[in-house]
């Protein structure tokens, strides 16, 4: 069977699938009938040894990584909690509670209660609760197991959708490729794969009613095939351009070193955009100038309670002291749209990319946007710290935000801590109303990034996550050039920083044309470092200014792409 889709992070991979369906129960009160009490029991009892066995076998699994399995040793100590396990009981004993109705009202009792604790590392034993919780609610339900952290073997992830929390403790290593019915190139799904160099094809239409678990298939993420139970020939045609796409790969990352300057000497300025302070994101950093992004939302994501100030803190001083002295842009909180949190319920909205999200969240909710100002202001001591202000539409947000961030110092220099006295304040520029009126925005600020995802997004007024409408979303469309092309134009003749962070700045074909409308700072993904160095190492300034004036000129986002291609490869 041939599937399509729209591939969003290139590479090609056989292997089995593995169906991610998130497993949510929602357990409401429930009485057995009397005389059940035994059998409950007995239930109970069986049902906590299959989970520990469940757990005994990922350990085992996990032989290479003691540090997960350390965590699946405390689950199962949480599973033999004395304490637990009588209320549990008794509830089934005296109330005649259903068994499902009393691991959930137990648990969560608990749950709720180290959710209160002061002490973070005991609120954080709330998460593994809700683990072993889910776990023993699934193995009772007779649900198959579903956990992208912990994958035995390397898969083929088949989903409805991944949500950037699914994505940010998925087991990389153990990932051939993504598939999803739903989701854009510019989701935040998309862009952790594409940083991470895994293969994904997105809206494929109902994917998961035409596949089974463990089918074998063959996915081409660079054009979007895929074949469900590929015969003999499938698999070699498959294994081929596998190995055509590793000796470009090959040719590709040899440019990872490589200086960052043109064919005629002009050097640009290569950032890293970072969702976390992990080892994986830091890997190509000693080839990067500054950290363009980092996305701080992620480190608010799979927790049950939002990181207080000090975790926070440690989180930011990590990632200042590992760059320094070289800058790190750490963008406030961007929560909302696609990125959601367990943490913290949201109001539902009919519109959620238009509505409540970052800066607006933070300003809704000034004692969550103070706590990251302070951990962020207090980590700067350590390293070379700008300030970047996501979703801000007018002068009013950017003076608001200004406001709350010298109160924040002052309330710092009130208690004697100590802050860097020369942090830049900037923003990103992703509303077109702010992008219209750079003039004055590049006067109010110390520097401006492009956020080009979230740019195309409303400027051409299409939803980055929908599926079905992704052919609309044309972020080579020729408006998008020429309201780049003012913004950078403004920020030099101001003689304020201007970068690229969305995913245009990682793409060489629109890396290009950025440089020949004045841009010299691309911050991107990881894995996108090595293709912009090999475009640049090709590429003189004039003919990058000669296809930035002529993209501005031709009529359609199919145009700009042909004439691109056959311009500059
Ligand atoms: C953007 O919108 O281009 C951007 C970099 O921010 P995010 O993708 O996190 O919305
Ligand atoms: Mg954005």
Redesign the pocket.
């Known amino acids: 069977m041939n599937l399509k889709g729209n591939p969003v992070s290139p590479g090609i991979a056989i292997g089995s699938l593995y169906i991610y369906k998130p497993f949510n129960p929602d357990v409401r009160e429930c009485f057995s009938q009397p005389g059940m009490v035994e059998k409950n029991l007995k239930c109970f009892k069986g049902l906590k040894q299959a989970a520990e066995n469940e757990m005994l076998d990922i350990c085992v699994q996990l032989n290479d990584h003691p540090d997960k399995a350390l965590i699946f040793n405390a689950h199962i100590k949480i599973l033999h909690d004395p304490a637990i396990n009588e209320e549990i009981e008794e509830g089934i004993a005296e109330e005649n509670w259903r068994l499902d109705w009393a691991i959930e009202k137990v648990y969560s009792k608990y749950i709720r209660l180290l959710k209160k604790a002061r002490d973070l590392i005991i609120r954080e034993r709330a998460d593994d609760l809700t683990d072993v919780k889910k776990r023993l609610l699934r193995i009772l339900y007779k649900v198959d197991t579903c956990d992208l952290s912990v994958l035995s073997a390397p898969v083929i992830v088949a989903a409805h959708d991944l949500l950037p929390s699914d994505t940010a403790t998925m087991d990389l290593e153990h990932v051939l490729a993504i598939l999803t019915e739903v989701g854009g190139a510019?989701s935040?799904s998309a862009?952790i794969a594409r940083s991470g160099g895994i293969p994904a094809i997105v809206g494929i239409t109902e994917l998961l009613s035409q596949i089974t678990p463990e089918q074998f298939a063959a996915v081409d993420a660079t054009t979007g095939e895929i074949i469900i139970n590929p015969d003999a020939e499938d698999v070699k045609r498959f294994e081929q351009a596998k190995e055509a796409f590793s000796r470009d790969f090959a040719d590709t990352i040899s440019y990872l070193s490589a200086p960052p300057i043109t064919a005629d000497g002009v050097h640009i300025d290569i950032g890293l955009?970072i969702a976390s302070a992990s080892e994986d994101e830091f890997r190509n950093e000693a080839y990067t100038d500054f950290v363009g992004?980092f996305?701080t939302e992620f480190l608010f994501m799979g927790k049950s309670q939002l990181p207080g100030e000090e975790e926070q803190f440690e989180a930011y001083k990590k990632v200042l002291i590992s760059y320094a002295p070289r800058p790190v842009t750490l963008?406030t909180l961007?929560i909302g749209?696609d990125?959601t949190l367990a943490c913290m319920e949201l109001p539902k909205e009919e519109n959620p990319f238009l509505g409540n999200r970052a800066l607006r969240l933070c300003f809704s909710k000034p004692e969550i946007f103070r706590t990251q100002l302070r951990a962020a202001f207090r980590a700067s001591i350590y390293g070379n710290l700008w300030l970047m202000l996501?979703m801000v539409g007018s002068m009013d947000d950017i003076r608001h935000a200004k406001e709350i961030i010298e109160s924040v110092k002052a309330e710092l220099t009130s208690q004697s801590l100590s802050y860097a006295l020369n942090i830049k304040i900037g923003i990103?520029i992703?509303i077109p109303s702010i992008a219209v009126i750079a003039d004055m925005t590049a006067a109010e600020v110390d520097f401006a990034s492009?956020?080009?995802?979230?740019?195309c997004?409303y400027l051409t007024a299409v939803d980055r996550m929908n599926a079905s409408i992704a052919s609309y979303y044309q972020n080579f469309h020729p408006a998008m050039f020429r309201l780049m092309g003012y913004v950078i134009r403004t920020f030099n003749e101001q003689g304020k920083p201007i970068s690229v962070?969305?995913?245009m700045g990682g793409d060489p074909l629109a890396a290009a044309v950025l440089i020949g409308l004045g841009m010299r700072k691309l911050s991107m993904g990881s894995a996108s470092i090595a293709p912009v160095k090999r475009m640049l190492s090709r590429l003189t300034i004039s003919k990058a200014v000669e296809a930035a004036e002529r993209v501005q000129r031709l009529a359609s986002s199919d145009d700009v792409k042909k004439y691109l291609k056959d311009f500059l490869i």
């Open positions: 510019t935040h862009i955009n992004l996305r963008r961007d749209g990125k996501p990103m992703e492009i956020g080009t995802n979230d740019l997004q962070c969305g995913e």
